[in-house]
């Protein structure tokens, strides 16, 4: 069981070191204060499990201590300790969010019980909340699918660099399957057990991602209606994957910047800097160096991010894993489309493995999953694939025009011509379907001459 944290605050030594001493019999680790300043600025580090305070006390206050407890973290319980004459003070103090109170004199048994309690109601909190943002992201932990001597390569890479606490870029084409490789590293890693949280940075406008990474407080902007902890603070222990980060706003990357290196950050509309105990893991499906270069992503956060630069193969590089990828994808989607299927037949298999896969794994699961509702039998056939294939193609290669004009494309056609029959004019015409005088308009419009002519003599 981990070693709970306690952060005692009270103005008298005697009672403050009666505190110490009991707590750390009891096994736990203490840091004790003499006033509530000194405190909350220790507080504001992060890393305590709950708080005693006692509630008269000069400068600041126990119900001060508790307000900025509350502010800072919610979820830290807060136990007072009250004398005789003070009980409705103590009760006010639980109305205010106080976890317990406790009065003097009291047992060591007594404040024991007591912090058991909030100690595991703050680590049920702390599990629910995990829960619930797991489930938000609506993901489950998946691992890397492939025996291809490529993807063997990056699983030997993956557990390399698992164990470690380093910032890792990965690198590839979209649809390579990077978020996938993200929550390996995490699952192999000794962060496992804390949580896995993914930002999609595409998805969101600057001061949506600004609020989404770091939170805020209440009141910070319009529509801020109550306090909310960003996915920094919630990775807490764990894992963030700054998902496609080349797409982070200018300007927010030097408070991306200051978490990478100081690991800490502040709420949007607070001044309280809070620790950023997490790894990070970002991708990108761009030249990073490109965009360094247009000055569309800082230098120095580039040179942070690419600690572990870790490239992610597309799919036409391991065509071989496709038929366990196929595999995968049936069992996977049988659960989501309510029906299992026994496989896929051999022609359809083979056609799959022909195609060249712009979009990657992810259009590979896609098919299998479309072709997985409309199958008539119970393997999937090539009838059942053709249609998303041919799709596909299509799109592709529309993608693949220039858009230009047509005296633009008019010429790129002749000098293609003239290119295929080494210059040969007449040759070149009868294949363009117009006269050679026609040809040799054009080419002297266009100045165009062989290659060889063009060069100096």
């Not at 000794?190 to 009141?219: D, I, M, Q, W, Y």
């Not at 996915?231 to 807490?236: K, Q, T, Y």
């Not at 496609?244 to 990478?260: C, G, P, T, W, Y």
Request: glycine content about 6%; aromatic content about 6%.
């Amino acid at each position: 069981m981990d070693r709970k944290t306690i952060l005692v605050v009270d103005d008298q030594d005697l009672m403050r070191d009666s505190l110490r001493e009991s707590l750390e019999h009891s096994g736990y680790s203490v840091r004790a204060f003499r006033n509530g300043k000194e405190a909350v600025k220790a507080f504001l580090e992060g890393g305590f499990d709950a708080v005693i305070t006692d509630l008269k006390m000069p400068e600041m206050s126990g119900i001060d201590v508790l307000d900025r407890c509350k502010q800072i973290a919610p979820d830290v319980p807060v136990i007072v300790i009250t004398a005789f004459g003070t009980v409705d003070t103590a009760v006010q103090a639980m109305k205010q969010g106080a976890f317990d109170y406790i009065k003097k004199p009291f047992e060591p048994d007594e404040i024991d019980m007591v912090l058991r309690n909030a100690v595991e109601r703050k680590a049920l909190l702390a599990e629910n909340e995990y829960l619930r943002a797991r489930v938000a992201e609506n993901k489950e932990v998946s691992f890397v699918v492939g025996e291809s001597k490529v993807m063997k390569a990056l699983v030997a890479e993956i557990d390399k660099i698992a164990a470690t606490s380093s910032t890792i870029l990965l690198c590839g084409e979209s649809g390579t399957g990077k978020e996938v490789v993200a929550r390996t590293i995490h699952a192999k890693s000794p962060r496992s057990t804390k949580p896995f949280l993914a930002v999609n940075c595409a998805a969101l406008s600057a001061g949506l991602l600004e609020s989404e990474l770091f939170g805020h407080e209440k009141g910070a902007f319009t529509g801020a209606d109550k306090m909310r902890k960003g996915r920094f603070e919630l990775a807490h222990g764990g894992t963030i994957l700054l998902d496609e980060v080349s797409e982070i706003d200018i300007h927010l990357q030097a408070k991306l910047l200051r978490v990478l290196q100081e690991r800490e950050f502040e709420r949007v509309g607070s001044s309280d800097t809070r620790k950023a105990d997490l790894r990070v893991i970002a991708t990108t499906n761009r030249d990073l160096t490109k965009s360094v270069r247009e000055g569309k992503f800082r230098e120095d956060l580039y040179f942070r991010l690419n600690v572990l630069p870790l490239r992610v193969p597309p799919l036409r590089e391991h065509i071989e894993d496709i038929p366990e990828l196929v595999a995968h994808f049936i069992e996977k989607c049988g659960a989501t489309v309510g029906r299992r299927l026994k496989g896929i037949l051999p022609d359809a298999l083979r056609k799959l493995e022909e195609y060249h896969w712009p979009g990657n794994v992810r259009e590979l699961e896609n098919i299998i999953e479309r072709a997985a509702v409309l199958a008539a039998g119970d393997r999937i056939d090539l009838c059942d694939i053709s249609p998303s294939l041919n799709g596909a193609r299509m799109i592709s290669a529309a993608s693949e025009i220039e858009i230009t004009t047509v005296d633009e494309m008019e010429h790129k056609l002749i000098v293609a011509v003239l290119d295929r029959f080494d210059w040969h004019q007449k040759r070149s015409a009868e294949v363009l379907g117009i006269g050679v005088r026609t040809l040799r308009d054009k080419m002297k419009k266009w100045d165009l001459k062989p290659a060889r002519q063009k060069m100096p003599a």
